[in-house]
């Protein structure tokens, strides 16, 4: 499906309006580094106007935005969990009962869930960049 749009400046309104929605996701998916609740309001936008950019190049970006949403927060997640429940459960139950052997391996599990986050954190920002670059440059995703 070629779109004859893509690659152009001139755009019609309503490719014009999804963009600056798109755009607006970006921005709120790049603040989150600074303030966290922020791709929540994003996901809300991609959602309630997703019908708006329906069949226009846009809508791959919405979806790309919606993806990393929900991936981010799906690892995010787990790497929290297996930092918290594992490491710290592990190296706090061997620490007590002071075997040492328990306690580096929780402390193993610590360590890779902190560069789990770190690899997580450097795909979210990643793909905010990427998504953003192909959206100035009036690309799909």
Known sequence: MSNPYVGQEAAP???ASA???ATVVYALQAASLVVGFTPIVG???NYVKMDEVRG???ESH???QIRTFW???LFGVLMFVMFLVFGLGIAGAASLGSDAGAAAGGISIMLL???GGLGMLAWYVYRVVKGWIRLSENQPI
């Open 13 to 15: 309104p309503r490719v």
């Open 19 to 21: 963009k600056s929605l």
């Open 43 to 45: 996901l809300i936008i």
């Open 56 to 58: 226009t190049w846009v």
């Open 62 to 64: 919405f979806r790309w």
């Open 71 to 73: 991936l981010s927060l």
């Open 113 to 115: 869930a902190i560069v």
